[in-house]
């Protein structure tokens, strides 16, 4: 843990080499992709939107192969390690692998500690502290991922061990930026069926959520089950009203009108086919 200004964060190095949890990779990283994960970890951070940040970055004078387009050309490049930072590290497939695993008496131990840590409003003697949980994450996504659209960020592999629990940008790896409005738009050149199109992020986000909830279940009584399945299918009109008011903000619109998000969808329309 770093400690600044009474606040504590987890550290992590990204391509220092292999751990427990590199699988079949290396762990290393290249100087052009870390380079890519500095910069716009502190640029959406000033952007506003919640993220893990860069604390360093250390070139290495090791080799690292990659394969920079997933067309069979792997080539040499320079190594490097970033030093990040975030509140937690954990993400929903922390949470998940434990209850895919049955492993539910750690299930209960972990999450009890990332709410007792990440989310001092939930008291621990909360009955129902699991399900406030589910509850916050639910929004909290939902505003994420409208923040990502709102300057156009697309962040390329959406899947659930990537998705934080603490509602943050983390790992950067094939994201991208639109230069114009394009709802198709992937930067993962890997990406093939354009999962996780930019359009594709906000229901990408409510897959990742219903796992959540899944690796949940065996935690919640009948009537909590029941209450989070309801609190899941708010998750698009959560996502809606916070682009909805996202957008009329860059558009300068005051107050309500019923037409404001015909304005919006036209708008966007008009991008895309200029």
């Known amino acids: 843990y770093f400690c600044r200004h009474g606040e504590r964060w987890e550290l992590q190095l990204k391509g220092s080499g292999k751990t427990p949890y590199s699988r079949n990779g290396d762990g290393r990283a290249v100087l052009r992709s870390s380079v890519r994960e500095f910069l716009c970890s502190e640029a959406m951070h000033y952007l506003g939107i919640p993220t893990s940040r860069a604390a360093s970055l250390v070139v290495s004078d090791d080799d690292v192969w990659r394969d920079q387009f997933y067309n069979g050309n792997i080539t040499k490049e320079r190594g490097a390690i970033v030093l990040r930072l975030a509140k937690s590290w954990f993400r929903i497939g922390s949470l998940e692998i434990l209850a895919h695993s049955g492993e539910l008496d750690l299930l209960r131990r972990l999450l009890d500690f990332i709410i007792q840590e990440h989310f001092p409003s939930i ?84 897959f990742n959520l219903s796992k959540l909830l899944q690796a949940l279940k065996p935690l919640l009584d009948p009537r909590q089950k029941q209450l989070a399945s309801q609190i899941l299918e708010g998750y698009g009109e959560h996502y809606y009203s916070r682009f909805t008011e996202l957008f009329k903000t860059k558009l300068g619109l005051l107050g309500e009108n019923e037409n404001d998000n015909y304005l919006i969808a036209f708008l966007l329309k008009v991008s895309l086919l200029c």
């Open 123 to 206: 008291s621990m003697n909360d009955s129902n502290r699991y399900l406030e949980f589910f509850s916050t994450v639910v929004s909290e996504t939902a505003n994420l991922i409208s923040l990502w659209m709102s300057v156009g960020f697309a962040h390329g592999v959406c899947n659930t061990d990537n998705f934080s629990l603490l509602s943050i940008t983390v790992d950067y790896g094939p994201f991208g930026f639109m230069d114009s409005y394009d709802p198709n738009f992937v930067p993962n050149t890997s990406d093939d069926e354009r999962r996780y199109k930019i359009g594709n992020q906000a229901n990408v986000g409510l």
